[in-house]
C-alpha cells in the first residue's frame, strides 16, 4: 500500500474542515459586456486534469460565462500546473488544488465539475458529484461496466444534474455518414459498421520506484491493487501498451475509448442512440470474427465486419424518406458550450449520460461477446443476460475497498 | 498449454510474460457447456489458490473465478475475505457468483473483518442485493464507525428493497453517514414506487424532505412526493 493513502475515514474527518473553509469566488467580480458578473458564471472546477483534462480545463477556462475555481489531481506537480494556469488566466491567485476529490466535491460554491481521469474512476466522480448536487461533464467513455451505467443515469435524474457525456466528434466528426440518414437520402436504414480496437489487456508490468507526487493508492482507487509503474498509468493515447487506456482494470482499450466515439456516431447515425441491444451475435468466419449488434427497431450496428469500412451504412437509397431535424449542440462552444448552456437552461444536453451510457454498452456488451466467444441476448429493461449466468457475471467488477457503488 | 500456464500462474511475479496465460481463458471458453470441463478446471485453479502462490498469481486465479467460480470455490475463497491483500480479489470472484454460499460466506465474514476490509465486504453485498444481510448492515449504520456507516447506508441503497428501505427510516446514523442515508432512501424510494408501492415510498420521500436538506435534495423528495400523487 502507499504511504500517502487517503482513505475513507481520513477523508471522513477532514471533509467538515474542507467544507468549511473560506473560498474566494472571484476577484474580478463586476461583470462587463464581455463577461457575466460573478453572480452569473457558472463555478467550476476540474477532476483529472492530465492529458484530456488539460484540454477541457482550457475550453472551459476560456468561457466568460465560467469561473474557473479549482483543480484536482493525484499528482502534485499536475495540479501545480493547473493551479498556475488559471490563476494566470484570471490574474490572481484565487484557485484551490485537491489531490481528493471529495474535498473539491464538498465544495457549497461550486456549480459544476469536469472528470476526465482514467475510465475506471468515472462511475463513483461522477455519482458522488450528482449527490453533492454538482452538475457534470464527464470524459469519454463514461462507464467501466454495464452496471455503471444505470446508476449514473439514476444520479443524474434523482437530483435532476445535467450530465453530459464527453465525445465530441460524435456530432462533429460522421457528418457525411450522419446528414444523409437524417435526411432520408439513404431510405430505411438497416444498418451501420463501425471498424474499432484493440480490446485492453491484463496489464503485468514490473514494480518501479513510485515518484514522490503520485498518490498511487487513490490513482488505483476502486482498481485491484498493483505496485507503481509508469506505463500503467501513462495517460497517452495508445492502446496497445504502455498507457492506462491499454489495460483492463482501468479501460476496455480502443473498443471503449474510440469506441465511445465510433459506436456514438454509429448510434447518432442510424438514430437509436435512446436503445440499447436486444442481441449481440458471434460471427467466427473464414474471414475473421465480427459482431452484430440488433436493435429492437430492426437496425444493425456490425463491429469489425469483414469487407466494411468504418462507419459504411446499409440503407434503401432508392427509397427516399422525409428529412428529420438533426439533433445538435445548444449553445455556442461546441460540445463544451452545450453543457454550460444546459447548466443555466437545466435542458439535456446532447450526449446526456443516457444517451452516453447506451452508446459505451455497445463496447462492453462487445467486448464480452469476445471474450465468451458466443452470441448473447439482451435485457435492456433488467438490464442483464436473461438466462445466461456466466455472461452475467461480466456485468460489474467488485470495487476495491474502500470504493463503492 | 494448460499444465503450463498454471505453472506459470504459481510463480507469477509482476514483470512475467503472461503470454503463456491465455491458455487459461482458451480453457473457460473451450468448457462452456461443459460441466464435467469446468469443475476439473475450477479444480485446478482451486489447487493454485490454495498453494503457496505468489500473490499475483492468487490475484489471477481469483479473475478467473469470478468468471466460473462455483460453489466448490467458496470456502477457499472466503478463507481470503480476512487477508489485508487479497480480500479485494476474494470479492472480486464472490461478488458476482450466483451461489447463494457466495451470498453466505460474506455474511459470514462481515462480523470478523474489520476496517476497509469490512467496507469491502459491506459493498460486495450490496451489489449483491443480499436482502438477508439487511439486519446486519442497519446496525452498522448506526454504528460509532463514521465511514462504516457510510458504508452501510450505500448498501443498503444498493440493495434497495422493502427492507432495506424499512432499515433505512428506522436508522438513527452516524452524522457522518447523513448524506448517504438520505440518497440511498431516496433510491429505495424510486424501487418501491416502481414496483407500485406508493405509500412507502411518499413516506420515505416525506421523511427526506422533513428537516433543512439542501436545496437539491429538497426538490428530489418534492418531485418524488409528485409522482407518488400521479395516477
Given amino acids: 500500500m502507499g504511504t500517502n493513502r487517503s482513505s475513507r475515514r481520513t477523508f471522513l474527518k477532514t471533509a467538515t474542515a474542507a467544507a468549511a473553509a473560506p473560498y474566494v469566488i472571484t ?55 493547473a493551479k498556475g494556469k488559471i490563476d494566470g488566466h484570471y490574474k490572481n491567485s484565487d484557485c484551490q488544488i485537491y489531490n481528493d476529490f471529495r474535498e473539491l466535491l464538498a465544495r457549497d460554491d461550486i456549480d459544476a465539475v469536469h472528470v476526465a481521469t482514467p475510465d475506471h474512476w468515472h462511475a463513483i466522480m461522477v455519482i458522488e458529484a450528482c449527490r453533492a448536487g454538482k452538475d457534470v461533464y464527464c470524459q469519454k467513455p463514461e462507464t467501466r461496466t454495464l452496471r455503471e451505467g444505470p446508476l449514473m443515469v439514476d444520479a443524474a435524474r434523482r437530483y435532476a444534474r445535467v450530465v453530459s457525456g464527453g465525445s465530441q466528434r460524435v456530432l462533429e466528426d460522421y457528418r457525411k455518414v450522419v446528414d444523409p440518414c437524417w435526411n432520408g437520402e439513404l431510405g430505411e436504414i438497416k444498418s451501420i459498421n463501425v471498424n474499432v480496437g484493440p480490446l485492453s489487456q491484463h496489464c503485468n508490468l514490473p514494480k518501479e520506484d513510485q515518484p514522490a507526487d503520485i498518490d498511487w493508492d487513490l490513482w488505483l482507487g476502486p482498481a485491484p491493487w498493483a505496485p507503481y509503474n509508469s506505463k500503467r498509468c501513462d495517460g497517452n493515447f495508445g492502446t496497445s501498451g504502455g498507457s492506462w487506456r491499454s489495460y483492463v482494470d482501468y479501460s476496455g482499450g480502443g473498443m471503449t475509448d474510440w469506441g465511445a466515439h465510433h459506436f456514438g456516431g454509429a448510434t447518432f447515425a442510424i438514430d437509436v442512440r435512446e436503445l440499447q441491444p436486444e442481441e449481440v451475435i458471434y460471427h467466427d468466419s473464414s474471414d475473421g470474427k465480427y459482431l452484430t449488434f440488433k436493435y429492437p427497431n430492426g437496425r444493425q450496428i456490425t463491429h469489425n465486419r469483414p469487407g466494411k469500412e468504418n462507419m459504411d451504412v446499409e440503407g434503401t437509397p432508392g427509397e427516399k424518406r422525409e428529412p428529420k431535424p438533426i439533433p445538435t449542440y445548444k449553445g455556442t462552444g461546441g460540445i463544451y458550450g452545450d453543457f454550460i448552456e444546459c447548466v443555466k437552461t437545466r435542458e439535456r444536453p446532447f450526449r446526456d449520460i443516457e444517451l452516453a451510457v447506451n452508446s459505451v454498452m455497445v463496447s462492453h456488451l462487445g467486448i464480452i461477446a469476445y471474450a465468451t466467444q458466443r452470441s448473447l441476448q439482451w435485457d435492456a429493461a433488467k438490464q442483464e443476460f436473461p438466462g445466461d449466468e456466466e455472461a452475467n457475471r461480466y456485468l460489474d467488477r467488485a470495487r476495491r475497498e474502500p470504493w463503492q457503488l | 498449454m494448460l499444465d503450463k500456464a498454471l505453472e506459470t500462474v504459481q510463480s507469477l511475479k509482476y514483470g512475467d510474460d503472461i503470454e503463456p496465460l491465455k491458455a487459461i481463458d482458451d480453457a473457460i471458453v473451450a468448457t462452456h457447456g461443459n460441466s464435467d470441463g469446468r469443475k476439473q478446471l475450477e479444480t485446478q485453479m482451486l489447487e493454485v489458490l490454495q498453494s503457496d502462490a505468489t500473490r499475483n498469481g492468487k490475484d489471477y486465479i481469483c479473475r478467473k473465478l469470478r468468471l466460473i467460480g462455483s460453489e466448490e470455490s467458496v470456502p477457499a475463497l472466503a478463507s481470503l475475505l480476512s487477508d489485508k491483500e487479497l480480500s479485494h480479489m476474494a470479492r472480486y470472484a464472490l461478488e458476482s457468483m450466483p451461489s447463494d454460499a457466495a451470498g453466505a460466506a460474506l455474511r459470514e465474514a462481515l462480523p470478523k473483518v474489520d476496517g476497509e476490509l469490512k467496507e469491502g465486504v459491506i459493498s460486495s453485498l450490496g451489489v449483491r442485493q443480499d436482502d438477508r444481510s439487511v439486519p446486519a448492515l442497519a446496525a452498522l449504520v448506526s454504528g460509532e464507525d463514521a465511514a462504516i456507516a457510510k458504508s452501510a447506508s450505500e448498501a443498503l441503497g444498493a440493495i434497495r428493497t422493502t427492507n432495506a428501505a424499512k432499515a433505512l427510516v428506522n436508522a438513527r446514523p452516524n452524522a457522518a453517514a447523513a448524506a448517504s442515508v438520505t440518497d ?48
Fill in chain 2, 184 to 231: 440511498s432512501l431516496l433510491a429505495c424510494a424510486e424501487s418501491l414506487l416502481a414496483a407500485g408501492d406508493k405509500a412507502t415510498a411518499l413516506t420515505i420521500y416525506q421523511k427526506v424532505s422533513s428537516g433543512e436538506p439542501p436545496k437539491y435534495v429538497k426538490l428530489a423528495a418534492t418531485r418524488g412526493m409528485l409522482a407518488c400523487a400521479a395516477n
Fill in chain 1, 27 to 81: 476577484s474580478a467580480a463586476l461583470g462587463n459586456e464581455d463577461r457575466p458578473a460573478a453572480s452569473d458564471r457558472i463555478v467550476m472546477g476540474g477532476i483529472g486534469i492530465g492529458n484530456m483534462g488539460r484540454g477541457d480545463q482550457g475550453a472551459f477556462l476560456n468561457r466568460g460565462d465560467v469561473q474557473y475555481v479549482a483543480a484536482c489531481d493525484v499528482r502534485k506537480g499536475v495540479r501545480e500546473a
